[in-house]
């Protein structure tokens, strides 16, 4: 099958569609997985990590297929007097009346723009520390023990104002510390969104929205830098069947993944996640002590 045989590829791919929505690291979890497994970290693999990451999100736009793709109903509107209006005035109520038709779109733009600027200008350095387990097991630990107080922290819900391009672009920020391996996406967005007043649910629903356009301009990202490469198509081509495979693993675990996650972190909260981040990083850290070699390679 090429870098990764059928086996590792299906592995990874389960481990993609449990974690990529669970506030404990897909990422992390992945190069956790590839260094038990014993995956060389080639191009294709680093890429394959971020590119089936496509079939988690398509699992989001199937389930929440309704709320996705619904438009919000504009008022009807005197065409005559907006006629008599400035040209200037004119143009600023057709453009209010497009942003509102287009709101739960417009107020993703916003929150995805932070994460895709310093994505673009830091990709390398990013890509550096994606091979460091040492990161990953000590952002796990330290996201884990501020789960553990998370909903006493966050404790105040007002929806009544909605979703504001302020809030939207609050929670654009909190994204970004999620490119620290370990630190989990979906934990910094659900954060950043109960930070702005939103029920766990919400800010939940939120952050798996978000996770559409922030992973397929990831995926889109690394495809077009395999492909820019001298061998890029041939790579490409030797691994494509492991791409299939993984993208259609991913998005059938994912499916599950995310409707167990509703019901529970609604019911239950988030401290059950913040002791699994702790116990899991704190056995790498301690096998990394007693001398065994994670690292990627």
């Not at 590792?8 to 990529?20: N, R």
């Not at 970290?41 to 089936?52: G, H, L, P, Q, Y």
């Not at 600027?117 to 884990?144: N, P, Q, R, Y």
């Not at 952050?207 to 397929?216: E, H, Y």
Request: aromatic share 14%; net charge positive; hydrophobic share 55%.
């Amino acid at each position: 099958m090429g870098d990764l045989t059928l086996l590792q590829t299906i592995l990874i791919a389960i481990v993609e569609g449990l974690t990529e929505f669970l506030p404990v690291s897909s990422t992390g979890h992945m190069i956790i997985a590839q260094s038990m497994l014993g995956v060389q970290s080639t191009e294709f693999v680093k890429a394959f990590t971020v590119i089936i990451q496509f079939g988690a999100i398509l699992s989001v736009v199937v389930l929440y297929w309704n709320r996705f793709f619904k438009l919000n109903k504009c008022k009807i509107i005197d065409k005559q007097a907006v006629y008599n209006k400035p040209f200037f005035e004119r143009i600023v109520v057709y453009l209010k009346r497009f942003i509102y038709k287009f709101d739960f779109y417009w107020k993703l733009l916003i929150a995805f723009i932070p994460a895709a600027v310093i994505g673009f200008i830091f990709s390398d350095k990013i890509d550096k520390l994606l091979e460091s387990v040492e990161v990953v097991a000590i952002m796990l630990v330290i996201g884990g023990v501020f789960m553990l107080f998370v909903d006493k922290i966050f404790t105040k819900v007002d929806e009544s104002k909605g979703l504001t391009e302020k809030k939207a672009l609050s929670i654009g920020f909190f994204q970004c510390i999620a490119m620290i391996p370990g630190v989990s996406r979906s934990m910094a967005t659900i954060v950043g969104g109960m930070a702005q007043k939103m029920s766990r649910k919400t800010a939940a629903e939120f952050s798996f929205f978000l996770a559409v356009p922030t992973m397929f301009a990831a995926t889109a990202y690394k495809l077009l830098k395999l492909f820019m490469q001298p061998n890029g198509i041939e790579i490409l081509t030797q691994n494509v069947g492991a791409l299939i495979i993984g993208n259609v693993v991913a998005f059938i675990v994912a499916l599950l993944a995310i409707k167990f996650f509703i019901s529970f972190v609604t019911k239950y909260g988030f401290k059950a996640f913040g002791y699994y981040r702790i116990i899991v990083g704190g056995i790498i850290l301690v096998m990394i002590l007693l001398g065994h070699n994670l690292e990627v390679v």
